[in-house]
Nanobody, 122 residues
Framework: QVQLVESGGGLVQPGGSLRLSCAASGSIFSIATMGWYRQARGKQRELVAAITEGGSANYADSVKGRFTISRDNAKNTIYLQMNSLKPEDTAVYYC????????????????WGQGTLVTVSS
């Protein structure tokens, strides 16, 4: 069994910063791409940023230059440094990872965390 646990959400004023963390644990053989998605109220879930095992990252246009995704493969953890936050960044942020499990089939399955709420408001 695999778990993704996010942390770091909260309330921040416009222009402020937050750092999200997501740690994967359990019977993990390897992890391919990991990423952050977000879902604002009344909107569809959207990709924020993703990073490969080798460290290649891609970002949604709306967060380029403000958010930075990073990864610690030894800890099976990713981070999202969010700077210059805007009210429109308010959403539940979900961690996502493609994981191959120990003693399982040689395929990567998608896993999700439970989400962490980020609220940007004065």
């Amino acid at each position: 069994q695999v778990q993704l646990v996010e942390s770091g959400g909260g309330l921040v004023q416009p222009g402020g910063s937050l750092r999200l963390s997501c740690a994967a644990s359990g019977s993990i053989f390897s992890i391919a791409t990991m990423g952050w998605y977000r879902q604002a109220r009344g909107k569809q879930r959207e990709l924020v940023a993703a990073i490969t095992e080798g460290g290649s990252a891609n970002y949604a246009d709306s967060v380029k230059g403000r958010f930075t995704i990073s990864r610690d493969n030894a800890k099976n953890t990713i981070y999202l440094q969010m700077n210059s936050l805007k009210p429109e960044d308010t959403a539940v942020y979900y961690c996502n990872a493609d994981i191959r499990v120990v003693d399982g089939p040689p395929t990567y399955l998608e896993h999700w965390g439970q989400g962490t709420l980020v609220t940007v408001s004065s």
